[in-house]
Nanobody, 122 residues
Framework: VQLQASGGGLVQPGGSLRLSCQAS????????MNWYRQALGKQRELVAT???????NYTDFVEGRFTISRDNAKNTVYLQMNDLTSEDTAVYYC?????????????????WGRGTLVTVSS
C-alpha cells in the first residue's frame, strides 16, 4: 500500500490550496484518514480526521478554515485550506488506517504519505 500526496506549493497569505492524497495497492478498506503537518523545528501535529463514514474532526487552529473530505471510490482524501496564514507553513502528511489483502487474509496497518510542502508567504 502506498499513499501519494500532492497539491502543495507557494501561496500568499489569505489564499487557498487543495491537497490530495491517494492510496493505492491491495486495499480492502480504508478506515480513518488524517492530515498531519510538521513545521520546521516543530513536532508533527494532527490537523484533521475523516472516518470512512464521512465524520470529520479538526484541531482548533484550522477549524472553520480547512475542510477534509474523501472519495472512497478513489481511495483519496482531500484537504481544502482557505484563509491561509504564515503559521500554516509546513510539510503536510496524509495517513490512512488501511485493511489490505495479504495472501488469503486481510491485515491492518497505518500508512503515511511522503508529505507535500505548503509555504504561505508574500
Amino acid at each position: 500500500v502506498q499513499l501519494q500526496a500532492s497539491g502543495g506549493g507557494l501561496v500568499q497569505p489569505g489564499g487557498s490550496l487543495r491537497l490530495s492524497c491517494q492510496a493505492s495497492g491491495s486495499i480492502f478498506k480504508i478506515n480513518d484518514m488524517n492530515w498531519y503537518r510538521q513545521a520546521l523545528g516543530k513536532q508533527r501535529e494532527l490537523v484533521a480526521t475523516i472516518t470512512s463514514g464521512g465524520s470529520t474532526n479538526y484541531t482548533d487552529f484550522v477549524e472553520g478554515r480547512f475542510t477534509i473530505s474523501r472519495d472512497n471510490a478513489k481511495n483519496t482524501v482531500y484537504l481544502q485550506m482557505n484563509d491561509l496564514t504564515s503559521e500554516d507553513t509546513a510539510v503536510y502528511y496524509c495517513k490512512a488506517d488501511v485493511l489490505f489483502v495479504q495472501g488469503i487474509g486481510v491485515r491492518r496497518d497505518n500508512y503515511w504519505g511522503r508529505g507535500t510542502l505548503v509555504t504561505v508567504s508574500s
